[in-house]
C-alpha cells in the first residue's frame, strides 16, 4: 500500500459530517485513512464507502479483530465488503484467527495488517515482549503488514528487526501520545496520526507542519 507523504489520517470523530469537513481540508496531503470503532459504531459501514467514493482514499478499518476463526471470517467478510482495503487483525489470539481473516482479504484482493503491540501505557502489562513472536508468526504466514507502536522505539525496532526491510510497517502513538514522528520513521514505513490532526483548530496547518517537520 502506498501512503502519501508517510501519513496515515486516524479518523476518530464521531459523525460523518466532521469527520467528512477534516478530510475536505487535508484531502491534497493524504491518501490513506484508518477507520476506528468509533466512527463505524456511530454512522455503520457507510463510513468506508463515503471516504472510498468521495475522496479515494486507501481505507483501512482499525477494528483489531480478536475473537475465534468463525467471528473474524464474519467480521473481515463485512468489512471487505463495504469496500474497505484493508483490515488491522490482532495477533495475540495466534494463527488460525489471523490466518482465516487473511483469506478472506485475499478473496477480495485486499490486505491484512497484523498488530504486533499497542501505542499505550496500558499495553505494557501483557503484550510488551510478545511482538517478536507476533511478527515472526506473521512471517510464517506469509503477511507483509504490520503495525508496531511509535511511542516504545526500541520495541518498534525490535520487530523491525524481526520483519525485514521488505515488510511494511504502520505506527500509531504520533503527536499526543508523544511519538517522534522523525524518529518513528527510522523503523516505521507511515504514521499514524489522529488527534493532532483532526482535534487542530486547523487541521490543514497542522498537517502542513508535521510533513515540513519531516524534511
Known amino acids: 500500500m502506498e501512503v502519501k507523504n508517510q501519513i496515515i489520517l486516524a479518523m476518530d470523530l464521531m459523525d460523518i459530517i466532521s469527520a467528512y469537513d477534516v478530510c475536505e481540508k487535508i484531502c491534497e496531503y493524504i491518501n490513506t485513512i484508518k477507520i476506528g470503532y468509533p466512527l463505524t459504531l456511530?454512522?455503520?459501514?457507510?463510513?468506508?464507502t463515503v471516504f472510498k467514493e468521495n475522496f479515494e482514499f486507501n481505507v483501512i478499518c482499525d477494528y483489531k479483530?480478536?475473537?475465534?476463526?468463525?467471528?473474524?471470517?464474519?467480521?473481515?467478510?463485512l468489512t471487505f465488503k463495504a469496500g474497505a482495503d484493508a483490515i488491522i487483525?490482532?495477533?495475540f489470539v495466534g494463527s488460525d484467527s489471523v490466518e482465516i481473516c487473511d483469506k478472506i482479504a485475499k478473496n477480495y484482493g485486499k490486505e491484512i495488517f497484523?498488530?504486533?503491540e499497542m501505542s499505550h501505557p496500558g499495553a505494557k502489562m501483557f503484550l510488551e515482549g510478545t511482538g517478536e513472536k507476533i511478527a515472526k508468526m506473521g512471517l510464517d504466514l506469509g503477511l507483509k503488514n504490520f503495525v508496531a507502536p511509535a511511542t516504545h522505539l526500541d520495541r518498534l525496532s525490535a520487530i523491525r528487526n524481526?520483519?525485514?526491510?521488505?515488510?511494511f510497517i504502520i505506527s500509531p502513538g504520533v503527536g499526543t501520545q508523544g511519538g517522534n514522528p522523525k524518529n518513528t520513521l527510522?523503523?516505521?514505513d507511515a504514521l499514524i496520526i489522529g488527534r493532532s490532526i483532526y482535534n487542530a483548530k486547523d487541521p490543514k496547518i497542522a498537517i502542513e507542519k508535521i510533513i515540513n517537520n519531516l524534511k
Open 89 to 91: 487483525v490482532h495477533g
Open 186 to 188: 527510522e523503523f516505521a
Open 162 to 167: 524481526v520483519v525485514g526491510d521488505d515488510s
Open 65 to 77: 479483530i480478536a475473537d475465534i476463526p468463525a467471528t473474524n471470517e464474519k467480521i473481515a467478510d
Open 42 to 48: 456511530a454512522e455503520d459501514l457507510k463510513a468506508v
Open 114 to 116: 497484523l498488530l504486533t
